[in-house]
């Protein structure tokens, strides 16, 4: 049974730097792209940053980009999110997710490539 937890989130104030962690369990962790998306209260599901099989390939939304990476560790079987320099507008729920596709095949930053969901965790920045 394919399980993502989440884990790292919490109260920052602008400026500053969390990082998420996603453990994941149930499948072969290295042979799955993943990604982190957020949503926040009234507003879609976005995709922020993914990874492909083998972290060849990353991809980061335009809002985060030079702020945020998604390094992953195959040993550890867990994937991070590297939020530095956090906006008030960084604020919401965030998601980490697995798809078995890889980035030739699919928008990794696209919420309906993925199969396995973990629950969230929340990240709120304050101005």
């Known amino acids: 049974q394919v399980q993502l937890v989440e884990s790292g989130g919490g109260s920052v104030q602008g400026g500053g730097s969390l990082r998420l962690s996603c453990a994941a369990s149930?499948?072969?962790?290295?042979?799955?792209?993943m990604g982190w998306f957020r949503q926040a209260p009234g507003k879609e599901r976005e995709g922020v940053a993914a990874?492909?099989?083998?972290?060849?390939?990353?991809d980061y939304a335009d809002s985060v980009k030079g702020r945020f990476t998604i390094p992953r560790d195959t040993a550890k079987n867990t994937l991070y999110l590297q939020m530095n320099s956090l906006k008030p507008e960084d604020t919401a729920m965030y998601y980490c997710a697995a798809t078995a596709k890889n980035w030739y095949k699919a928008d990794l930053l696209a919420a309906y490539e993925y199969n396995y969901w973990g629950q969230g965790t929340q990240v709120t920045v304050s101005s």
């Open positions: 990874i492909s099989v083998g972290g060849a390939f990353t």
């Open positions: 149930g499948y072969t962790f290295s042979r799955y792209s």
